[in-house]
Every structure is written in structure tokens, then in C-alpha cells.
């Protein structure tokens, strides 16, 4: 089975789809078919969504809380009533101290899986210039980086951690003896807390070139356990699907053998494709 449990029904920033609908999702489940994807999930920002407004401080994600939280869960429930393979999930990004808050947003909705990620590290974003790595020597940001990553895994919030090492996508790297602790520290933490990571395409679209997470990351998942995700990080139907077959080929490399597939926040193993 392949899946593909990263996309986003609103479209990106620059270029929103229109309003959510059961009809968009379908054109998403096309592509999914077109590429040889058995399973979509979609999962949207949750800043853009004005329940949560009251829960963020960084004014890129405030300039963002526009949407309503329950016209995207509407728009994906009417898909799945009408039989397509889609699942209902929601991309969260994880800040301390505000868990509680996130779990009560979280808690009304039908949600199949709620990924978990890292886009903001004490005030400096991770993937936007200037970046955490461009602001602190590199083998800080990461330190730092890999610290919220572990953290975000023990909240107990989410089920899947999205694209795990986020902050190699300007191709800027620890030390490589930093790099490794700082894997083996960070699969210890995912193991602990009996959440899944995401094999990410997306990276191969960015400055690095290269999917998540690291092939050492992922090897210590594989060791200890971890299950996997697959993921695309599609933000049109086009881009659906895009590489995840290496995604998946990458798994396989490393020893995966099954994938994820959630339904209700319950999960089960499948053979991978």
C-alpha cells in the first residue's frame, strides 16, 4: 500500500484554492489515482484556521487565521461520505506551553491522524529566510531544532511527526558527530513517546534536495521500531503523489517493510508497495 498523509486542501499562501469542498478533494483523490496512490490525507495549517488564533504569538501564522476549522473538516467528511480514500488530518505546529490549548482546538473533531511539526524555534522560522540557521551558528539551530522535535514528540498531541528534519532544508549542517547524537537522541524520544514519523518528499523540492528525514534518522527509527508515514506535502492536486514512490523506495532501503494507515487516531501497519 502506498499512502500519501501530507497535502493541503486550501492551496499555498500566494495562490488559496477558493473555498473547501468535497469536489476539490476529489480532484486531489485524481492525481492520487493518476500516481499510483491508494490513500490521501489531507492536512492543512492549523494557523489558518481562527479557532486557534488565540493560541499563536508569531505574526506569520496571526496574519493567517482567516479560515473556518469547520468548513475544511465539512469539506473532507462529505469526501470520505462519498466513498473516496481520503482521511482527516490537521498539520499543527508544535509551541511550549500552549498544549493544553491545542488539545482542547483538537478534541471536537473527527480528526483519522494530527501531524505534528516544526516550523518556529524560539521566535525564528525554520524554513523561511532568515532562518534559525542563519540567525545562530548551525550547530545550535540544530540542537535547538531537535530539541522542540522531541519535545513536540512527548506532548502527546500527534500522532505522525511531519517532515522530522526540517532544518537541513537550506542544506546548512551540524557537525557530523553533533548530527549523529542528536539522531539518536531524537529516536529515542520518538520511540518513548509511540508516535510515527513521515518519509517526506518534499525536500527534494527544496534548497537541500534531498527527502526526510536523514538516512541515519531514519535508520534509527527503523531500529527502534518507528513506524512511517509517506508524504508528498502537496499544496495543489497536481502535486500529489510527487516522488513519494521514492519516498517509499527510500523506506524500503532502510528496512521498512510496512506503512502507517490511521483511522480515528487508531493505527495499523500495512505492507508497504
Request: charged share 30%; net charge negative; with cysteine.
Amino acid at each position: 500500500m502506498i499512502v500519501d498523509y501530507h497535502m493541503h486542501l486550501r492551496g499555498t499562501d500566494d495562490s488559496p484554492l477558493g473555498p473547501y469542498s468535497a469536489d476539490r478533494a476529489e480532484e486531489y483523490v485524481e492525481q492520487a489515482r493518476r500516481t499510483g496512490i491508494d490513500e490521501i490525507g489531507f492536512s492543512d495549517h492549523v494557523y489558518y484556521f481562527r479557532q486557534g488564533e488565540r493560541l499563536w504569538e508569531i505574526p506569520r501564522m496571526l496574519e493567517r487565521c482567516h479560515d473556518d476549522l469547520d468548513d475544511y473538516v465539512d469539506a473532507v467528511v462529505e469526501a470520505k461520505r462519498r466513498g473516496l480514500p481520503v482521511k482527516l488530518g490537521l498539520e499543527v505546529d508544535y509551541f511550549p506551553g500552549v498544549e493544553t490549548g491545542i488539545a482542547e482546538l483538537l478534541e471536537p473533531y473527527p480528526w483519522d491522524y494530527v501531524l505534528g511539526s516544526v516550523h518556529f524555534v524560539d521566535g525564528f522560522p525554520v524554513d523561511q529566510e532568515p532562518s534559525l540557521v542563519h540567525k545562530l551558528p548551525t550547530g545550535e539551530a540544530w540542537r535547538r531544532y531537535f530539541v522542540w522535535l522531541r519535545n513536540a514528540a512527548r506532548s502527546g498531541l500527534f500522532d505522525s511527526l511531519a517532515h522530522p528534519d526540517l532544518v537541513k532544508i537550506f542544506g546548512m549542517r551540524a557537525p557530523e558527530e553533533e548530527t549523529h547524537y542528536l539522531h539518536v537522541e531524537t529516536a529515542d524520544a520518538i520511540e518513548a513517546a509511540g508516535v510515527c514519523v513521515e518519509v517526506s518528499a518534499a525536500g527534494l523540492h527544496k534548497h537541500v534536495g534531498e527527502l526526510y528525514p536523514d538516512r541515519e534518522l531514519l535508520a534509527a527509527c527503523h531500529e527502534r521500531g518507528i513506524p512511517i508515514t509517506l508524504a508528498s506535502d502537496a499544496h495543489r492536486p497536481e502535486h500529489v503523489g510527487r516522488d513519494v514512490d521514492k519516498a517509499a523506495a527510500f523506506a524500503r532501503e532502510v528496512g521498512y517493510e510496512t506503512v502507517t494507515v490511521f483511522d480515528r487516531r487508531e493505527r495499523r501497519q500495512e505492507p508497504l508497495g
